[in-house]
């Protein structure tokens, strides 16, 4: 499957944004669905992961009820809804993908198959 993150840019603390993933060349219920993020400097981390129907979702504790990920299997699309950022948020955003669920671990990099290129956000003071 392939995947492209979109929807990065500059906005100032308080703001949100909207980061979507399309992916093609799979069947894309088959996937659960995963954000990670990396800032300079720093090692990638997760931020969120959604189920294959949406039924279950798992977020890092520092995006706790700021973030929200959702999914749309007829669009193929998984979207991370970011509100009230803050600098900290600053970082490259990547949608990852894993299909088999050997190993169930969605909030581990490594447990996924396929990383889209990444889409940069923000967040100035």
């Known amino acids: 499957v392939q995947l492209q993150a979109c929807g990065g840019g500059l906005v100032q603390a308080g703001g949100s944004l909207r980061l979507s993933c399309a992916a093609s060349?799979?069947?894309?219920?088959?996937?659960?669905m995963g954000w990670f993020r990396q800032a300079p400097g720093k090692e990638r981390e997760f931020v969120a992961a959604?189920?294959?129907?949406?039924?279950?979702?798992y977020y890092t504790d520092s995006v706790k009820g700021r973030f929200t990920i959702s999914r749309d299997n007829a669009k193929n699309m998984v979207y991370l809804q970011m509100n009230s950022l803050i600098p900290e948020d600053t970082a490259v955003y990547y949608c990852?993908?894993?299909?088999?669920?050997?190993?169930?671990?969605?909030?581990?990099?490594?447990?996924?198959?396929?990383w889209g290129q990444g889409t940069q956000v923000t967040v100035s003071s």
């Open positions: 060349g799979g069947t894309f219920s088959n996937y659960i």
């Open positions: 990852a993908a894993r299909a088999s669920r050997y190993g169930y671990s969605p909030d581990m990099g490594g447990w996924y198959d396929y």
């Open positions: 959604i189920t294959w129907s949406g039924g279950s979702t």
